[in-house]
């Protein structure tokens, strides 16, 4: 068998979804919107995180942050998907493709961990809240911050370094829409029980763990939350831990179910559509679940679109007059 990763120069074909044209323009333009919501969704957290005074606090530091991740991790998974629904040849380069899957694992592994201190901020804010201005200062924030996009990183450096040095034979269509690393571990010609066990590793590093030390604080929390005398003061701490839970659940849920299980067990066509899910779904709903039940991200919000269209109007008068 010929080995397709011997240079550079191999190409890969990304199958996508489906060979119907008018499925993949309805597909394009379905996807776009969502893409377009999700941009200006976490856009919108990120410049009102910035700009209000008020949210300057280590919570909205690390949301701020969050959206962010989401907002490059959007921009590195869709646009090549979109293109490949218009596009006649899916074909992708190694170095492309290794590319795309280096980010998409760092930036997901930086989410991991950002989504686990988050929570640990929470336990701090509730359970030690006459300490937390000191535990959670600034520079702490900071040192939490780089940790995370550290450890995502070199994390994923190294795993797809591995993946990439497997000999790739046979067929070298890819049964997926983006560059991701179970598909790959089909297209092997060498035993990847090495490969997956070092997958498997690198997701109870980035998911299992995080997922429960998450889990743990959140049992801290709900324990000093229903000590809470005053029902108000219940719902008000209960309501700004909902959304980042709610957030928790959708993120590791769907990367757990796809990543942590044996390659005997994979169906590569029920992937795709959890696939599409985590990549294009979830991100989309993040800030709609952050503001849903959150006062201070709402407010500034309104009064930043009130501003918007204030102003608009006062141009649109002065070029009447």
């Not at 809240?129 to 996009?149: D, E, G, H, K, T």
Request: aromatic share 12%; charged share 15%; net charge positive.
């Amino acid at each position: 068998m010929e080995t397709y990763n011997s240079s550079q120069d191999v190409d890969f074909v990304i199958l996508g979804f489906s060979t119907s044209e008018r499925l993949q323009i309805t597909l394009f333009a379905l996807f776009l919107l969502m893409h377009l919501i999700t941009l200006s969704g976490h856009l919108a957290i990120v410049a009102v995180t910035l700009i209000d005074s008020a949210l300057q606090t280590p919570m909205y530091f690390f949301l701020h942050n969050v959206s962010s991740i989401e907002v490059c991790y959007t921009l590195v998974m869709v646009p090549k998907m979109l293109s490949n629904f218009l596009a006649k040849s899916r074909r992708v380069s190694l170095m492309d493709y290794a590319t795309q899957m280096y980010f998409f694992i760092a930036l997901g592994g930086a989410e991991c961990f950002l989504l686990a201190v988050m929570a640990y901020d929470r336990y701090v804010a509730i359970c030690n809240p006459l300490r937390y201005a000191i535990i959670m200062s600034r520079s702490f924030c900071v040192q939490l911050l780089v940790v995370a996009f550290v450890s995502g990183f070199t994390i994923s450096l190294g795993l797809t370094t591995l993946i990439f040095r497997m000999p790739f034979c046979g067929s070298h269509k890819v049964n997926h829409f983006f560059c991701d690393i179970p598909p790959m571990l089909f297209l092997a010609c060498s035993d990847t029980h090495a490969n997956e066990l070092a997958m498997l590793l690198v997701c109870m590093m980035i998911l299992l763990i995080p997922f429960l030390l998450i889990l743990v604080s959140y049992v801290f929390i709900a324990n000093s939350i229903f000590r809470i005398k005053c029902a108000e003061d219940r719902k008000k701490a209960f309501s700004t831990c909902a959304a980042h839970l709610t957030v928790a659940v959708l993120h590791y849920g769907c990367a757990i179910f796809i990543y942590i299980r044996p390659k005997s067990s994979y169906s590569l066509d029920q992937d795709k559509v959890v696939s599409l899910i985590y990549t294009n779904v979830t991100p989309m709903l993040y800030p709609m679940i952050y503001s849903l039940r959150n006062k201070e991200v709402k407010g500034p919000l309104k009064r930043i679109w009130e501003r918007k269209f204030v102003s608009m109007g006062t141009k649109s008068s002065s070029t009447e007059a």
